[in-house]
């Protein structure tokens, strides 16, 4: 059993940076997959990003993501960071931080293969 805690939305301009942390606690954080979903009113949660256990090999991206952010994690402050750059206004929705143990599920962006979440943190991009 994992907690999970985001920080770091905010309200940007389109092309703005911003990087989101994700807070893991509990037993072995580290032996958790971490993933980043997103989710805007009326909508199904979306996938943005996954990054695997431990040593963190591997990594996934949506294609709307891909080459503007990073997903990483730093095992000794259980933490997992999203960098968000050239921000733009569809970026704009709420942010979730998700858990599962050892594996990434499959496939990794089905949001109900995601185990334990965190509240979520808001970030709104401005044209």
């Known amino acids: 059993q994992v907690q999970l805690v985001e920080s770091g939305g905010g309200v940007v301009q389109a092309g703005d940076s911003l990087r989101l942390s994700c807070i893991v606690s509990?037993?072995?954080?580290?032996?958790?997959?971490v993933a980043w979903f997103r989710q805007t009113p009326g909508k199904e949660r979306e996938s943005v990003s996954a990054i695997s256990s431990m040593a963190a090999a591997s990594t996934w991206y949506a294609d709307s993501v891909k080459g503007r952010f990073t997903i990483s994690r730093d095992n000794a402050k259980n933490a997992v960071y999203l960098q968000m750059n050239s921000l733009k206004p569809e970026d704009t929705a709420v942010y979730y931080c998700?858990?599962?143990?050892?594996?990434?599920?499959?496939?990794?962006?089905?949001?109900?293969?995601?185990?334990?979440w965190g509240q979520g943190t808001q970030v709104v991009v401005s044209s």
């Open positions: 998700t858990a599962a143990f050892r594996d990434v599920p499959d496939p990794w962006y089905v949001h109900r293969k995601w185990n334990y």
């Open positions: 509990g037993r072995t954080p580290t032996w958790y997959a």
